[in-house]
Nanobody, 127 residues
Framework: QVQLVESGGGLVQAGGSMRLSCAAS????????MAWFRQALGKEREFAAA????????YYADSVKGRFTISRDNAKNTVYLQMNSLKPEDTAVYYC????????????????????WGQGTQVTVSS
């Protein structure tokens, strides 16, 4: 049974930084794509970043490109989202997601393409 557990959320001032963690367990994730999505109050869940675990290739939404970095620690089976230059519009519940890679794709940007989800962690950016 795959489990994804997020941590690291909280309150930060605009311009600040925060790192989210997603501890993954239940299987080997070498052939998985890991991703971070976010959902602001009253809005639909949106893609933020994805990482092909084995290849280490990352893909970002335009809204976070240059400010967020997704990475993984193989030894800890953990995926991170380093968020810098945070803006009030980054305020959302952030979710970790995972799916087994299919074909030649290294990332997926639609939430329906992901099979496993964490419980989410709240990030609030004050102005």
């Amino acid at each position: 049974q795959v489990q994804l557990v997020e941590s690291g959320g909280g309150l930060v001032q605009a311009g600040g930084s925060m790192r989210l963690s997603c501890a993954a367990s239940g299987r080997t994730f070498n052939n998985y794509v890991m991703a971070w999505f976010r959902q602001a109050l009253g809005k639909e869940r949106e893609f933020a970043a994805a990482l092909s675990w084995s290849a280490g290739l990352a893909y970002y939404a335009d809204s976070v490109k240059g400010r967020f970095t997704i990475s993984r620690d193989n030894a800890k089976n953990t995926v991170y989202l380093q968020m810098n230059s945070l803006k009030p519009e980054d305020t959302a519940v952030y979710y970790c997601a995972a799916v087994s890679r299919m074909g030649g794709r290294y990332y997926y940007t639609s939430d329906f393409e992901y099979e496993y989800w964490g419980q989410g962690t709240q990030v609030t950016v004050s102005s």
